[in-house]
């Protein structure tokens, strides 16, 4: 073989002057690697019970929110019947579910409003806060953190600076503030999540890009001539996705039960039914001193499921991304 | 040696490192209370690449040699110094001749578990750089680049993660993926140190192909004073950032001039008991690189220190008229005629004194 250093420096130049019909396609191959991984991944985490418990919840809850109009009885917002003078009834229907005679499944609330109805469309908002604002959080705190890990210096120390003062902000005060500044929306509320959140990703990616950036295949990405966008798509993001998606599925938990907090308070949407703002509602006409415990019992639950569900899957995925935790 | 053609030339190259002391300090110093301290990492190394050539560059941990590494194929923009590749002073290179550089220079890593990500696989690893710059029959070349390295065959390695493979074959992995861009020149930090004994001979002959096929330039990087010896053409000797032996490997290993270099291969285990040998261990630490001490650096540890032109005066990296090899040491005398004792201001009586103690009567 040695002979060939005289003829041609490359052994390259046989393949440079005739070409090669032989070629990858590049997408395919991506699109079937992604497709094992994600068929690896899923197979992983569909392993445990607990975990393929909680997904069947969260499918569950999704279909529901989907089907909400076909599922629910009646309209969740329209009173069921008025009082003598036409002013609220402070007066309540027992769920049929318990053998009374009507036509409410969990009965109505004080305000004349069908809970089973009000439970399906809250469905709705939960899933609706917890999605849109997991994904911005995870997404935001993801490209924070890994353009101040990347870049380091000043542009760490100043996004990081920004990470400390949202720090120091206490999560539900400053959701409430700016929930009253901006308005009972569920929009404004899912903006006032997401700029709290992205906070914690921002700071754990950040850490994991720090280290990722000085380990060797990054400087031979540099030595081969990759520049900045490069390194950090192809790979820093790639070794922090699965961070991304644990913090995306606690996000979602989070983002659900901080706004049934809000709701509770009393700065929820008036205009969309909530668990959140059914618990509110129940607590302003005090069912639990008259014992209308079906009113509140079922919005809890349901949050509690849903909450319990998130986080389980997020517990699942951090035992496949971080192997210690077995 | 093919050819004597200079391909790169390292002119004083420094690399100091700014010891970071947090932002609070860093924003009293903007404002003129106190100053930077500075790792000098590397402080003004010389040498030259030829093409087709093997440099070793060795000493122990912490001289400045893989930082030395680093900066050749521009991982670090040098303090001050510069890199002369193909007659143009990198420091002035277009944008253009900098991508052209980059794909003529490439490295391999100590850690080949580290080196590869781990959530690409062999085949888009090794056809990155072809991506990046461009490179047109990406599949062919990357699979003769795995062929060559040795990964038969190439096809079963294509899909593969790095956590499938053993240390040995992300080795080659890494040596395929910095051959695939088919470079001028080549460093190798610490190339086979990570690998398991029985893995070495391997890689080494591989690399051994590597020079000789390709017609490579390399620079080796080791402690590993015997690996350097097989691999080798020339050899530099590091401490504390600065050069302070080179010269054509045989001669440096049969006949170490500078103490340090002389204590180094001192230290290398001979796999004979009967053979008794004096040994010179070297005493107390690496010097502190923040402060550098004044005069030699080696002057704490060395055994044949000599007064006060060992502590005034730094010793530069020079013929000397005995032997073939360049050393730093005031032992020896200039081949041109360089006199340590001029700078000292004058104190002719120190320097009589101070070589009367030693043994090289040749000096006078």
Same mark, same amino acid.
């Given at each position: ?25 590049? =997408? ?5 690697? =992604? ?6 991944? =899923? ?24 089907? &909400? ?19 609220? %009834? ?6 049929? +579910?318990?053998? &009374?005679?009507?036509?409410? *499944? ?15 469309? @809250?469905? /709705?908002?939960? +899933?609706?806060?917890?999605?849109? &604002?997991? %994904?911005?959080?995870?997404?935001? @705190? ?16 100043? *996004? ?25 929306? *569920? ?15 921002? /700071? ?70 909530? =668990? ?14 008259? @014992? ?15 909450? %319990?569900? @998130? ?13 210690? +935790?077995? | ?9 390292? !002119? ?82 277009? !944008? ?66 790095? $956590? ?33 004994? #029985? ?5 080494? #002959? ?51 001039? $500078? ?43 060395? #055994?044949?220190?000599?007064? !006060? ?20 040491? $005031? ?15 004058? #104190? ?15 000096? !006078?």
């Amino acid at each position: 073989m040695a002979q060939e250093e005289q003829s041609s420096r490359s052994i390259y130049t046989d393949i440079d002057d005739a070409g090669s019909d032989e070629e990858i396609n590049k =997408w395919q191959r991506t699109f079937r690697l =992604w497709r094992e991984t994600l068929k690896e991944h =899923w197979g992983l985490l569909t392993d445990e019970l607990s975990v393929k418990l909680s997904m069947l919840v969260v499918a569950g809850f999704m279909l529901i929110a989907i089907f &909400a109009p076909f599922i629910a009885t009646h309209q969740p917002l329209q009173r069921q019947y008025q009082g003598e003078a036409g002013i609220i %009834i402070e007066d309540w229907v027992e769920p049929s +579910l318990l053998g &009374a005679d009507t036509e409410y *499944l969990l009965g109505t609330t004080a305000e004349g409003f069908d809970i089973f109805s009000q439970l399906i469309y @809250g469905t /709705r908002a939960a +899933l609706l806060v917890g999605l849109v &604002a997991a %994904i911005f959080t995870a997404g935001i @705190g993801t490209l924070v953190g890994l353009v101040a890990g990347y870049y380091g210096g000043k542009v760490d120390d100043a *996004l990081m600076r920004i990470v400390d003062f949202l720090y120091g902000m206490p999560l539900l005060p400053t959701v409430i503030v700016l929930v009253a500044v901006l308005g009972p929306d *569920l929009w404004n509320i899912i903006l006032a999540l997401i700029v709290l959140q992205w906070r914690s990703t921002a /700071r754990v990616i950040r850490s994991q890009s720090l280290s990722l950036r000085e380990r060797p295949f990054v400087k031979a990405a540099e030595v081969a001539g990759a520049g900045d966008w490069h390194i950090i798509s192809r790979h820093l993001a790639p070794n922090v996705l699965p961070m991304t998606f644990l913090y995306g599925s606690f996000g979602i938990a989070w983002a659900i039960l901080a706004e049934a907090g809000i709701s509770f308070i009393g700065l929820g949407d008036p205009n969309t039914v909530s =668990w959140g703002t059914m618990l509110q509602a129940s607590r302003a006409y005090s069912a639990l001193s008259f @014992g209308a415990w079906w009113w509140f019992v079922p919005p809890g639950i349901c949050i509690g499921l849903l909450v %319990i569900s @998130g986080f389980l899957i997020g517990r699942g995925y951090e035992e496949i991304t971080n192997p210690k +935790l077995q | 040696m093919s050819a004597n053609n200079v391909l790169l030339e390292v !002119d004083d190259l420094k690399k100091h490192f700014k010891v970071n002391q947090g932002w609070i300090a860093s924003l009293m110093e903007s404002f003129g209370s106190g100053e930077p301290d500075y790792v000098h990492a590397v402080d003004g190394v010389s040498f030259e690449l030829r093409e087709g050539e093997t440099l070793g560059l060795a000493g122990e941990s912490g001289c400045g040699k893989t930082t030395t590494g680093m900066s050749l194929v521009k991982l670090h923009e040098p303090t001050a110094g510069d890199i002369i590749y193909d007659d143009k002073r990198l420091s002035e290179a277009s !944008d253009a001749e900098i991508k052209q550089f980059r794909q003529n220079a490439q490295m391999i890593f100590q850690d080949p578990f580290e080196s590869l990500n781990p959530r690409m696989t062999v085949y888009d690893t090794v056809a990155e750089p072809l991506r990046i710059h461009d490179i047109p029959n990406e599949t062919a070349r990357v699979q003769r680049a795995l062929e060559f390295a040795e990964l038969l065959p190439a096809e079963h390695y294509f899909d593969q993660y790095p $956590h499938e493979l053993s240390g040995g074959q992300r080795q080659r992995v890494a040596i395929a993926r910095a051959l695939v861009l088919d470079p001028d020149f080549i460093v190798a930090d610490e190339p086979v140190s990570m690998l398991d004994v #029985s893995l070495r001979a391997g890689v080494l #002959s591989l690399l051994d192909r590597m020079t000789e096929e390709f017609g490579l330039s390399v620079v080796y990087i080791s402690h590993d004073l015997s690996l350097l010896r097989h691999m080798c053409d020339r050899l530099a000797i590091m401490y504390m950032g600065k050069i302070v032996e080179k010269g054509p490997t045989d001669q440096i290993i049969e006949n170490p001039q $500078h103490p340090y270099t002389q204590s180094l291969i001192n230290a290398v285990p001979v796999p004979d008991p009967a053979v008794g040998r004096e040994r010179v261990e070297l005493q107390g630490e690496v010097g502190d690189v923040i402060d550098i001490p004044s005069g030699c650096r080696f002057k704490n540890r060395c #055994s044949e220190y000599i007064g !006060d032109v060992c502590d005034q005066v730094v010793p530069p990296l020079e013929q000397k008229t005995e032997f073939e090899q360049d050393v730093a040491c $005031h032992l020896y005398e200039s081949a041109e005629g360089y006199d340590p004792y001029e700078e000292m201001g004058g #104190s002719p009586s120190a320097a009589e004194t101070g070589e009367g103690a030693e043994s090289t009567p040749a000096d !006078d």
